[in-house]
């Protein structure tokens, strides 16, 4: 244990932690550009829509079974005692460079193993109709990747953590702020994520059971979430629970 420790703190293990950080970083931005063609039908030969091949009750079957892989991934990762364990087996400053991974992995295993049903519910091919769904989901991607930078896009994908840890400084957990889009709703990230996965000119039963299965669990990961803050928070986060509401803005927001 001693000798690990001092491999941990020499410079070329800092240099190694650095390196995985960015690795990590950079393979999660590349997971999420092609997320936007896979959800938006954009540039890819197979996406969300693309024509079915397999019989539907297979397809659902697998489908949906992937994205539960994926929540499973992500919340699991996500829960403080799972990181209080975790961190026993990891250096603790890749821990969300780590989970980044993870959750890169987890896509992707959604991305190459998808099967579409190419069930239509909706389609529009009226321009007009289409510009006003593509523009809703380019503003939700531009929703999600403003608010991570209001709340510090390199702590949330553990850049600052290894670099930290390189400069040989403490790591100091974020102070609770609430700016911009955070005054109006609690959760803008899934806000932005809501708009690209719903506003969609064509809607085919994979693509409705991909936006269905995610809404859930939005709404489950919310609740653990808070759950998290509060405890982390305390007062501070309930009074801001009460003030300004979760999802949809001005609805139920008291004065």
Same mark, same amino acid.
């Given at each position: 244990?001693?000798?690990?420790q001092t491999?941990? *703190?020499?410079?070329?293990?800092? $240099?190694?932690? +650095? =390196?995985?950080? &960015?690795?990590?970083?950079?393979? #999660?931005? !590349?997971?999420?550009?092609?997320?936007?063609?896979?959800?938006?039908?954009?540039?890819?030969?197979?996406?969300?829509?693309? *024509?079915?091949?397999?019989?539907? $009750?297979?397809? +659902? =079957?697998?489908? &949906?079974?992937l994205?539960?892989? #994926?929540? !499973?991934?992500?919340?699991?990762?996500?829960?403080?005692?799972?990181?209080?364990?975790?961190?026993?087996?990891?250096?603790?400053?890749?821990?969300?460079?780590?989970?980044?991974?993870?959750?890169?992995?987890?896509?992707?295993l959604?991305?190459?193993?998808?099967?579409?049903?190419?069930?239509?519910?909706?389609?529009?091919?009226?321009?007009?109709?289409?510009?006003?769904?593509?523009?809703?989901?380019?503003?939700?991607?531009?929703?999600?990747?403003?608010?991570?930078?209001?709340?510090?896009?390199?702590?949330?994908?553990?850049?600052?953590?290894v670099?930290?840890?390189?400069?040989?400084?403490?790591?100091?957990?974020?102070?609770?702020?609430?700016?911009?889009?955070?005054?109006?709703?609690?959760?803008?990230?899934?806000?932005?994520?809501?708009?690209?996965?719903?506003?969609?000119?064509l809607?085919?039963?994979?693509?409705?059971?991909?936006?269905?299965?995610?809404?859930?669990?939005?709404?489950?990961?919310?609740?653990?979430?808070?759950?998290?803050?509060?405890?982390?928070?305390?007062?501070?986060?309930?009074?801001?629970?009460?003030?300004?509401?979760?999802?949809?803005?001005?609805?139920?927001?008291?004065?």
């Amino acid at each position: 244990m001693q000798q690990q420790q001092t491999f941990d *703190n020499s410079f070329l293990g800092r $240099v190694f932690v +650095l =390196l995985y950080g &960015v690795f990590c970083y950079f393979a #999660f931005l !590349l997971t999420c550009a092609y997320a936007v063609g896979f959800i938006g039908n954009i540039f890819l030969p197979k996406s969300l829509d693309s *024509n079915g091949q397999e019989s539907l $009750v297979t397809a +659902l =079957l697998i489908d &949906v079974g992937l994205l539960g892989i #994926f929540a !499973l991934q992500h919340s699991l990762m996500a829960r403080q005692q799972f990181k209080d364990w975790w961190t026993q087996l990891i250096p603790k400053p890749i821990e969300r460079s780590t989970y980044v991974l993870f959750s890169s992995l987890a896509l992707i295993l959604v991305f190459w193993q998808w099967r579409p049903i190419g069930i239509t519910i909706w389609q529009f091919d009226n321009l007009v109709a289409q510009i006003i769904f593509y523009s809703l989901f380019t503003l939700g991607w531009i929703i999600v990747l403003v608010s991570t930078f209001l709340i510090n896009h390199f702590d949330l994908f553990g850049l600052r953590q290894v670099y930290l840890y390189f400069e040989e400084k403490e790591y100091t957990p974020l102070k609770f702020e609430t700016p911009a889009f955070y005054q109006y709703v609690r959760h803008p990230l899934y806000v932005g994520w809501l708009l690209a996965i719903w506003m969609t000119p064509l809607m085919t039963v994979a693509h409705l059971v991909f936006a269905l299965v995610t809404t859930i669990y939005i709404l489950v990961a919310i609740q653990l979430e808070e759950k998290d803050l509060v405890d982390i928070h305390g007062e501070k986060y309930k009074n801001y629970r009460r003030e300004v509401p979760m999802l949809i803005p001005f609805i139920g927001k008291k004065s």
